[in-house]
């Protein structure tokens, strides 16, 4: 964790913000976001301060370590440097690389370790010691539900990494949580029928998933789009998150008279299961007259290569993917791709995506207040950021684009040409209702300006 | 009774790498008095000596091939590696799709001389220390270990396939008697489970019948009297330390196909395989590899569909029940001795 000096200065300036916000009625603080004091953590005159939380140890710190590449790439670009990136492509012309509101942004790192007391430890070391003014980062559902919950309670904004979960966005939402990440039930959506298509209707699935919140969610979403269809789930399997050998779980697949084997896993658990199930020699049996197969509804680029060879063919769905063709995503992996040597995965892509919103939202807003910019995002509509026309919706703070299905590739040319796009599924099939079920028991509530 | 047999297999394979663990921890404990928290680190590093000679056997020169483009579009470098270079493209070919079982004897040297630098290095300044004291520090050394391996390997599995010819799986069924696929097994699987039993039956041979194994048990049984009759007692130990440190090894090369080597994998076993050496009895290397097996295969069971909907959950416990029972009704565990750890 980097540390920025504890100025006189700053503590009068906080203090006279926290005075002023006691004094000012509320009914003043409303539509006055322009005021620069009455939240916070407001930034000085010369610099404002980001804090990019990601795990740096733990099992996803290889996907830590790309977050924090994007990151800097932003930061970078945002300052004015490298070739500017998608600033160029961002359909919101505001940000011209003379930082954020004209201030220069540096920013401050934590470790979440992949746990969400430590995260909630390290956004609240950032937000209280380095003072922060928004949070963001993560490779884990339950890690961005932890930070979501306290920046709401600190009053500073959160803009998610890669999480996965239908209830970061649901159950679990904040308004002062933004999350530009696909979810489970937009994977669903998107792969039911690709998989109709591929391997037919009247597929009896087997779902092996790993026992906590995301793994549930995912699993409630494929189970749902896939019987959309027309399969029959013959049973779902809980597996521990700490399990490294899943082939006591995967021999009842074989006499299940399950022709489909679903992994909701993610990262080692993958990894672990999927190699296991090919072990087993699934790929090469024949149920129902049917040839088996496997699907791994959430893939990762970086943890797909963990897996090797026993990813080609397999079906899955990513929230983005380098050699995508449009004008932003060349852009962007030319950018990454040049100064760190290789293309830069999903999750580096999402948080890249999540600064540069931000940053935007400021530089519309003409404020770093909390409530002003969750005003700024509510409803926007932008384009140029790789993913095609996106809406970030006002109702549950979820962006809205395509969504990727992908495709183990059969002959990959490099380490890192692992998947292949099978199909961009339109937005119009993957969104849904604000009150749909499984994103219900949420409230946003209100902005948290922190005074 | 496919499913039961197939449960029992898996149990078996499992049982393997818990009962070599266990069989190393054992021997460190019997002959140092030393509980070694650090020996699922040595798994660990046995596992990352099967993904080095895959990269050394890999190690490759770049062509750049105008005709093809990289992801940034410009002309593609083509790795080739040495050895196919050297030997031709079959046998090249074949030298690296082999690098898991020659990457065994990669590993032996190694493994002696990391169990060596380890015991003369920081262990031998805790044999009169308390078990406390010597838990702490090896249990900091392995992490310290498998930090230095993840900040050179990363943090993400890799891949350290079989090779092609014991790839995929067999029906066993068949061969029993069952219907054609019944019970499908895959085949590096068995090859895993063989292997554990001739390191086992090695160790105990290597104990048994020669006059180093034969000092050692004596020293095992009454150190102060083999060092009376003056024999150097301390220098055959650390040589065991070594030899607990290449079974380690060697069982982590071998569990390479099996899943992918991680930085953590050493963590993920060794607190079972403490619980293997407890139900085992301290310091006995029969019951270490009993406890070892017969732990795996509950495991096994435990995660049978039909059994947690009966008790749900009991595949994460079960280990541990048993550990309970067993402790409860044999103190001293399967196979313990009398007065070990019981001063």
Redesign the interface.
């Known amino acids: 964790m980097s540390h920025t000096k504890l100025t006189r200065r700053g503590v009068l300036k906080t203090s006279a913000g926290f005075g002023a916000a006691l004094a000012t009625p509320t009914v003043f603080t409303g539509a006055s976001w322009a005021s620069e004091s009455g939240y916070m953590n407001a930034p000085g005159d010369s610099s404002c301060t980001l804090g990019f939380n990601v795990p740096q140890t ?5 996907e830590g370590a790309d977050e924090l590449r994007a990151y800097e790439l932003a930061v970078e670009h945002l300052n004015g440097g490298g070739d500017g990136g998608m600033l160029s492509t961002f359909s919101s012309q505001t940000l011209d690389g003379t930082g954020i509101l004209g201030r220069k942004v540096e920013y401050v790192t934590g470790d979440t370790q992949t746990k969400g007391d430590a995260a909630r430890a390290s956004a609240k070391s950032m937000i209280e010691k380095d003072g922060a003014i928004m949070i963001t980062g993560g490779s884990s559902s339950s890690v961005a539900v932890a930070v979501q919950g306290l920046c709401q309670e600190a009053g500073v904004i959160f803009m998610a990494g890669l999480t996965h979960s239908n209830d970061t966005t649901g159950k679990d939402r904040k308004a002062n949580g933004f999350r530009h990440f696909f979810n489970a039930y937009m994977s669903g959506a998107a792969l039911a029928p690709v998989l109709a298509n591929a391997y037919g209707s009247g597929r009896k699935a087997y779902h092996l998933t790993a026992d906590y919140n995301w793994g549930w969610t995912q699993e409630e979403s494929i189970k749902a789009s896939t019987e959309a269809v027309g399969w029959e789930t013959v ?1 779902a ?1 809980r597996t ?1 998150l ?1 399990a ?2 899943f ?3 995967i ?2 697949v ?2 299940s008279g399950a022709d489909v084997l679903v992994l909701n896993h993610y990262g ?1 658990n993958m ?2 299961s999927l ?2 199930a090919v ?3 699934l790929r ?2 024949e149920v129902n007259g049917k040839n088996f197969e496997i699907v791994v509804p959430l893939y990762s680029r ?2 797909a ?6 990813v080609k063919g397999i079906l899955g769905s990513t929230n983005w993917h ?2 995508l063709s449009d004008d932003g995503s060349k852009t962007f ?2 950018s990454f ?2 100064k760190y040597g ?2 830069p995965s999903q999750a580096a892509h999402t948080v890249y995506c999540q600064t540069l919103l931000y940053a935007d939202a400021v530089n519309r807003a003409g404020t770093f207040n909390p409530c002003g910019v969750v005003e700024a995002l509510e409803g926007f509509e932008f384009d140029g950021l790789g993913n095609g026309p996106t809406l970030y919706r006002a109702d549950d703070h979820q962006c809205f684009k395509d969504v990727l299905v992908v495709r183990g590739k059969e002959n990959p ?2 380490e ?2 692992v998947l292949e796009v099978v199909e961009v599924t339109p937005v119009e099939q993957v969104i849904y209702p604000p009150d749909h079920p499984m994103f219900a028991g949420g409230d946003l509530g209100t902005c948290n300006p922190g005074v | 009774m496919d499913a039961v047999i197939l449960q029992v297999l898996n149990g078996l394979d499992k049982g393997s790498a818990y009962a070599l663990i266990a069989l190393g921890l054992t021997l460190i404990f019997g002959t140092l008095g030393v509980v070694n928290f650090a020996h699922g680190a040595l798994f660990m590093i046995g596992a990352f000596c099967a993904v080095t000679l895959q990269r050394i056997l890999t190690f490759s020169y770049s062509v750049i091939d105008e005709t093809q483009k990289d992801f940034l579009g410009n002309p593609l470098k083509v790795e080739t590696p040495y050895v196919v270079s050297w030997f031709g493209e079959a046998t090249g070919n074949s030298i690296i799709d082999w690098s898991v079982p020659l990457a065994i004897l990669f590993s032996i040297p190694v493994m002696i001389a990391v169990g060596f630098t380890m015991e003369r290095g920081l262990i031998k300044h805790f044999y009169k220390r308390p078990h406390a004291d010597q838990i702490l520090v090896t249990f900091g050394l392995a992490i310290v270990l498998q930090e230095i391996v993840k900040a050179y390997y990363g943090a993400n599995p890799i891949p350290t396939p079989a090779p092609d010819a014991l790839t995929g799986s067999f029906d066993f069924g068949v061969l029993i008697g069952f219907g054609e696929n019944a019970i499908i097994y895959p085949i590096w699987r068995l090859v895993y489970f063989f292997f554990a039993l001739a390191i086992i039956f090695m160790v105990f041979a290597f104990l048994r019948f020669t006059t180093f194994g034969m000092v050692v048990r004596a020293g095992m049984a009454d150190r102060e009297t083999v060092g009376l009759l003056g024999i150097n007692i301390d220098r055959r130990f650390t040589i065991m330390f070594a030899v607990a440190a290449c079974v380690a090894g060697v069982a982590g090369v071998m569990y390479t196909p099996i899943n992918s080597p991680n930085y953590h994998m050493g963590m993920d076993f060794l607190v079972l395989s403490f619980v293997v050496v407890v139900v085992g009895g301290m310091g006995s290397l029969p019951g270490a590899v009993l406890a070892g097996f017969l732990l795996g295969v509950l495991e096994a069971f435990a995660s049978m569909n039909e059994i947690k909907a009966i008790v749900p959950g009991i595949d994460q416990i079960i280990i541990y029940l048993v550990a309970i029972a067993i402790l409860l009704t044999r103190p001293r565990g399967l196979m313990g001795r009398r007065g070990v750890m019981e001063e």
């Open positions: 733990g099992p996803y710190a290889d049973s399997v521990p700490a490294t050998d082939s006591s779980y021999a009842p074989l006499n080692g990894v672990n190699t296991n072990q087993f020699g090469d049996k970086l943890m290569r963990g897996a090797g060879e026993n380098w050699s992996v030319r791709g040049t290789f293309p040319t490099s890192f040409d």
